[in-house]
């Protein structure tokens, strides 16, 4: 057995074709993946919650939030870059997801006469689903509040400054959740975004070899048998909890935050400091969609 196997590992590597169809090769090409997946996601999840942050200053007044976008607006350049590169991530992690799930379906051609999940969560099983559609809802967002293409009566260009100069982002804002149809968009919006988060918040550790066995936790089976040393040490379960346990925490926050908006607008609340704009329904000479 030993002798068959150096031979065939022999063969792979003086045989192009057979390394072609080497199962090692389209492990490591998955691997690989897993990793620009885990790395994408990770990137995009910072974004996303860095960006409602931002949003969230609506709260603190009209003043807060329109400052905010006005340091943003002063940096085009930056903001552009920045803007490609989500992009970039993004496109790179549908098109991996994409290849992934094609990969894992091509491995079973012939489907289970009758499956049952045991362990795998809806989420988990559909995020190439839920991923599409935020795709779309991401589209859908730039066409709003970045474009105006969707919403120019309420657009930031197309109505009045605010007291200080800065175009009044929150008006904008506002204007576009007062809209019955758009509020309850974006909330239904958030929940397939948290349907996605509530899988990819975590899984990242898993895709980058951080949520295995190793030196750093003891192996569950081990607890009982623990010297005074590793007591220090964590035991598996325990941080696979802790994993789980920040994947949804970051999903409820998420959802919770960006919810926050448009469900408070549309109970009627306003902005300290807010007040109703009539839209000239014109662009602005200085409106340009590039830096």
Excluded at 7 to 29: C, N, Q, V
Excluded at 49 to 66: E, K, P, Q, S, T
Aim: with cysteine.
């Amino acid at each position: 057995m030993e002798v068959q196997t150096i031979r065939s590992i022999s063969a792979w590597e003086h045989d192009p074709r057979a390394a072609k169809h080497s199962p090692f090769r389209w492990a490591l090409s998955s691997l690989t993946r897993q990793y620009v997946m885990a790395i994408t996601g990770l990137g995009l999840v910072l974004f996303v919650v860095v960006h409602m942050a931002g949003n969230l200053l609506i709260f603190a007044g009209r003043d807060a939030l329109n400052a905010y976008a006005h340091s943003l607006d002063e940096h085009p350049g930056l903001l552009w870059l920045a803007r490609a590169l989500l992009l970039i991530a993004f496109a790179v992690h549908i098109v991996i997801g994409t290849q992934l799930t094609v990969q894992d379906r091509a491995a079973r051609p012939v489907p289970y006469v009758r499956w049952k999940p045991l362990q795998s969560s809806w989420a988990a099983r559909h995020m190439l689903l839920t991923g599409l559609l935020v795709l779309a809802f991401v589209i859908y967002h730039l066409l709003h509040f970045t474009f105006g293409a969707t919403d120019r009566k309420y657009f930031k260009y197309t109505i009045p400054r605010d007291p200080q100069g800065y175009y009044d982002v929150t008006s904008m804002v506002v204007g576009g959740f007062s809209q019955t149809p758009v509020a309850m968009g974006y909330v239904a919006a958030q929940i397939i975004l948290g349907l996605h988060l509530a899988h990819g918040a975590w899984s990242w550790f898993q895709h980058l070899g951080l949520n295995r066995e190793n030196r750093l936790f003891l192996p569950s089976d081990r607890l009982k048998t623990r010297t005074r040393l590793q007591l220090l040490r964590p035991d598996r379960r325990s941080y696979a909890r802790l994993v789980h346990g920040f994947g949804a925490i970051m999903t409820l926050l998420v959802i919770l935050g960006n919810c926050s908006i448009p469900v408070a607008i549309q109970l009627g609340w306003r902005p300290s400091g807010y007040e109703e704009q009539l839209p000239n329904h014109a662009l602005s000479s200085e409106w340009s969609p590039l830096p």
